[in-house]
């Protein structure tokens, strides 16, 4: 890599901390916040109007924008690229498996440790077997997660046919609630469920109500994200379950209508920050990406301090989130435990995406595949690929904010589309015995 002065701003990144992490005082303040987020009733106008009064006195922000759970994309390499070139965004885990925990206890670390700097951060967990997902809660809340989110919205037939949890827990929201009491009574962070708007023919906006309303009744979840397409079980794969059935925003914006107390993330479909953007101007609490903060990492989660958060942009260059990348993914090489050590693959796997669509990302993605064949080092593999890259995108940073005059309105129309209002099967009852 071209030497460059190193930013003073520049701290080293360091790789998943063995347990037991540090307790770090940025988490706990995430914690507070996150309570705040949950609880105040102020409006997203008063949250966004002046951006002063983003963060609370800690200086940390709430979950306004989050990287979504995705098996084998965001991993410990993945976040740690996502932390460099966002301080502020909420990045998820991908989804750990209860019985995975429960029977990986001598190996925790492989799956459950993080490094400090990835705070604010979510692990998703799944399953469908109380007594283990007690048990993988209170393992997991030794790591220092910022809140744990259960996994209701996967149609993969591993995770909903065989492992009966995922989208298939949406049939049955009593036992959700009881599992998220459970999760809840065995971790002191907050809990939140990861949904669909609905599974196969129960699809109705009443039955997503229904669901809602049951788990928070039956638990301390005040958070739900809300991925704003239903999943069909039987047919479709999980690629073609993100893609056909159709999103349905207004299910998303009529539950922030008729669940005043809770907070919803909205997700599904979101590719830009400008549409981040328009989401929350038409009074999101949050919002989700998934695919694009992976395919495009650096246009996506580049603008997300300074646009959703109004604080300042790490003001990395690539070359620079490169540099400090490096750091990381060395010291991980170096490593003598065979079990923790990656593969220079995995490693290299979530920086293929970082020139997207830029002036030399072709030559630069088929030097990567001849340089992973014979490199050991990221250093060396850097070396072998950075040429392709032009100087000027490798040292450009992101400091401009994205072109106003290209403003989504793909959420203008959604409050004229939204469904009627929520009524509850007692509600229904007393309202036909007047
Ligand atoms: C490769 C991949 C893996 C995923 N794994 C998970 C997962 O582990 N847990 C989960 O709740 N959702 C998972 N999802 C779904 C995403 O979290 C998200 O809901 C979905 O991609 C829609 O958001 P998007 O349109 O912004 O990508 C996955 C998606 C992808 C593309």
Redesign the pocket.
């Known amino acids: 890599m071209k030497p460059a002065a190193v930013h003073a701003r520049l701290t080293s990144f360091l790789p998943p901390t063995p347990h037991p992490p540090p307790s770090s005082s940025l988490s706990t303040s995430f914690r507070l916040n996150y309570w705040k987020w949950r609880c105040c009733a102020s409006s997203i106008e008063s949250e966004t109007s002046d951006s002063s009064s983003r963060t609370d006195s800690s200086g940390v922000f709430p979950p306004w924008f989050s990287v979504?759970?995705?098996?084998?994309?965001t991993d410990n390499h993945y976040r740690t690229l996502a932390r460099l070139i966002s301080k502020h965004a909420c990045l998820y885990t991908?989804?750990v498996v209860a019985e995975t925990i429960v029977h990986q206890q001598d190996n925790l670390d492989r799956f459950l440790a993080f490094s400090p700097k990835q705070h604010p951060i979510v692990l998703?967990i799944g399953g469908s077997n109380l007594k283990n997902l007690a048990k993988a809660t209170q393992l997991a809340n030794t790591y220092n997660y910022d809140e744990i989110n259960l996994?209701c919205?996967?149609p993969s037939g591993r995770v909903a046919g065989h492992g009966c949890f995922g989208a298939r827990l949406m049939f049955d929201p009593k036992f959700v609630g009881e599992a998220m009491s459970t999760i809840a009574r065995n971790c002191d962070v907050p809990v939140s469920v990861?949904c669909r708007i609905g599974v196969d023919n129960c699809d109705s906006y009443n039955e997503l109500c229904e669901f809602v309303d049951v788990v928070a009744s039956n638990s301390p979840t005040r958070h739900f994200v809300i991925?704003a397409r239903k999943a069909l079980l039987n047919g479709l794969s999980?690629?073609d379950n993100?893609r056909i059935p159709p999103l349905k925003y207004e299910y998303y914006y009529a539950l922030l209508r008729d669940f005043p107390d809770i907070k919803f993330t909205i997700?599904?479909?979101?590719?830009s920050i400008d549409q981040v953007n328009a989401a929350r101007r038409q009074g999101a609490d949050a919002v989700?990406?998934?695919?694009?903060a992976?395919n495009n990492p650096w246009s996506t989660l580049g603008h997300v301090d300074t646009t959703i958060y109004g604080a300042q942009s790490t003001r990395f260059s690539r070359r620079q989130v490169l540099q400090q990348f490096q750091i990381y993914g060395d010291s991980l090489l170096l490593e003598n435990d065979e079990k923790r050590k990656p593969n220079i693959r995995q490693l290299v796997k979530p920086l293929l995406n970082l020139f997207h669509s830029e002036p030399g990302n072709g030559l630069w993605k088929r030097k990567a595949d001849t340089a992973l064949r014979n490199c050991k080092t990221i250093e060396l593999f850097l070396k072998e690929t950075l040429p392709a890259i032009p100087d000027h995108v490798l040292d450009s940073t992101i400091l401009k904010t994205p072109d106003s005059s290209s403003c989504s309105d793909d959420f203008a129309d959604v409050l004229q589309l939204l469904p009627p209002p929520y009524t509850n099967s007692k509600q229904k009852i007393n309202s036909c015995l007047m």
């Open positions: 979504a759970p995705m098996m084998d994309w991908e989804m998703q996994n919205g996967c990861k991925h999980p690629a993100r997700n599904g479909g979101i590719t989700m990406v998934g695919r694009a992976y």
